[in-house]
Nanobody, 120 residues
Framework: QVQLVESGGGLVQPGGSLRLSCAAS????????MGWYRQAPGKQRELVAS???????NYADSVKDRFTISRDNAKNTVYLQMNSLKPEDTAVYYC??????????????WGRGTQVTVSS
């Protein structure tokens, strides 16, 4: 069974940094893309970033030039380095595993989420 476990969330001050990690296990060879969604209270979930097994990346406009997604295929792990954090980045961040279909990321499996809070 596929399992995704996130870690690295927490409370940081504006302008600070966090690094999220997500380790995948199980039968995941059919899914070539991993990504991060986030959801703040009362708001729709947002795709933050995605990365294919070949290293192609996509970012939401709100995080470009501040966040970096990367992966270690040998460890089946995806990372999200978050710099210059803003209060509006506060959300639960969810790791996911999926595929690119019709040029769009389609998540199939979801982690349980990790809380990121940016506040002074």
């Amino acid at each position: 069974q596929v399992q995704l476990v996130e870690s690295g969330g927490g409370l940081v001050q504006p302008g600070g940094s966090l690094r999220l990690s997500c380790a995948a296990s199980g039968s995941i060879v059919s899914f070539n893309t991993m990504g991060w969604y986030r959801q703040a209270p009362g708001k729709q979930r947002e795709l933050v970033a995605s990365i294919t097994s070949g290293g192609s990346t996509n970012y939401a406009d709100s995080v470009k030039d501040r966040f970096t997604i990367s992966r270690d295929n040998a460890k089946n792990t995806v990372y999200l380095q978050m710099n210059s954090l803003k209060p509006e980045d506060t959300a639960v961040y969810y790791c996911n595993l999926g595929v690119i279909m019709w040029s769009q990321y389609r998540p199939n499996y979801w982690g349980r989420g990790t809380q990121v809070t940016v506040s002074s």
